[in-house]
């Protein structure tokens, strides 16, 4: 079993005041930018960083957003039309100005296909960000995003922006790029990390786990209850899964761990996988395994055909609470008002979307880390 990290559980922490920021007095507030439900915002509070406010044009993760994260205020709006006066608002004087984000990153991942990304109305929405360092002038910055980025010249404006506003940052693209279970997160992904600071030189803190004690399926979904495909836990109603047709139920029950549709009887196999163009994609219809971090969470990892999202040993997908805590939130997030339906798509995309809340918290303890040897010079 992995080791366990007790700074870095993932349980709820209650809302800190900027002078409890790590063992620094300098305080300091945060504002989270394309914030979504709340991942990064999580993880930074965390880490006892506060954060004032959350931007996003999407209004579904308002409730998610203010519900979960005490004292952080969400505001619908497209970052186009955000200038830096009204970020600047946010923060109280003689405060550390963070800013941190993460634009979209559908134009630049690895599992866009089909179409040209510069088309997509999402691939301006990093200059945004740069413009809002510009005129809103934080001493602090983070960025979160897919490796991929980094090949596109919109990632390198990005960098000469920070670099003309007189910010020390990694110039080590390697270093940039974090392997999520080296954090403690049980999902086999890797993320573009960037942290910049006017203050002096800044780099993440050091990996808290190591090969031998990645956190595997195993450690964060065995004690769930069992469900079967379309049923709804009595008493946890966002642990539900979808259902399954007959076809897709016999295909899941011929599914090994770690397997493919490759392992099925050949009446099984789509047509479009039996095709030699569709001989390719074998990392879809397949369930997870036990003993390894999940594969990378999707908006759509409630289906069973989107990917190896199989459940290890239940005949059904995985439920939109076990898509929760693979992306690490903690067990008690809400992301739908009581009352309120439960639409899998809606869900699906702010769980998928989000930034790993350990990631969040790992992002904030650096930042801690820092603002302590900045207070000690």
């Known amino acids: 079993m992995a080791k366990r990290d007790p700074g ?6 209650r809302h800190l005041s900027p002078r409890m920021v790590g063992a620094q007095n300098t305080p300091a507030t945060a504002v989270d930018i394309f914030c979504g439900a709340g991942g990064l915002t999580r993880g ?14 999407d209004d579904a993760c308002r409730y998610s957003y203010e519900h979960n994260n005490d004292g952080a205020q969400f505001i619908a709006r497209n970052v186009t039309n955000l200038d830096g006066k009204t970020l ?27 179409f040209d990304a510069k088309s997509d109305g999402k691939w301006s929405l990093l200059a945004e960000f740069a413009r809002l360092v510009r005129d809103s002038k934080p001493e602090i910055v983070s960025m979160e995003n897919v490796p991929e980025l980094q090949r596109h010249a919109v990632f390198g404006d990005f960098l000469a922006t920070l670099d003309a506003e007189g910010f020390h940052f990694s110039k080590d693209s390697e270093k940039r790029v974090v392997y999520c279970p080296d954090y403690g997160i049980a999902q086999d992904r890797k993320r573009l990390v960037l942290v910049a600071s006017k203050l002096g030189p800044i780099e993440l803190i050091p990996p808290t786990h190591t090969p031998d004690s990645y956190r595997c399926v195993r450690d964060v979904l065995r004690n769930l209850p069992r469900l079967a495909a379309g049923e709804v836990c009595a008493s946890d109603p966002l642990h539900r899964s979808s259902h399954l047709s007959s076809l897709n139920l ?13 392992d099925w009887p050949k009446e099984l196999v789509a047509g479009c996988h039996r095709a ?9 219809y397949g369930r997870m395994e036990w003993d390894h971090p999940s594969p990378t969470i999707t908006t759509q990892f409630y289906g069973f055909g989107n990917g190896r999202f199989g459940h290890p040993e239940q005949d059904r997908a995985l439920s939109l609470r076990e ?3 693979l992306q690490s939130f903690p067990k008690n997030y809400e992301f739908v008002q009581p009352g309120a339906k439960y ?4 869900i699906g995309r702010l769980i998928g979307n989000a930034v790993p809340v350990r990631l969040g918290e790992v992002v904030g303890r650096t930042i801690s880390r820092h603002l302590e040897e900045h207070d000690h010079e």
């Open 343 to 346: 639409h899998f798509k809606i």
């Open 44 to 57: 930074l509070l965390h880490a006892g960083i506060p954060v004032a406010a959350g931007y996003d044009i």
């Open 323 to 325: 898509g929760a805590i």
């Open 88 to 114: 600047t608002a946010h923060y109280p004087k003689g405060h550390i100005r963070i800013l941190v984000g993460c634009a979209p990153c559908q134009p630049f991942s690895k599992y866009t296909q089909g």
């Open 250 to 262: 016999c295909r899941i029950r011929r599914s090994k761990p770690g397997g493919t549709w490759r």
């Open 8 to 13: 870095m559980d993932g349980s709820a922490s």
């Open 276 to 284: 030699k163009s569709g001989k390719t994609y074998p990392s879809v």
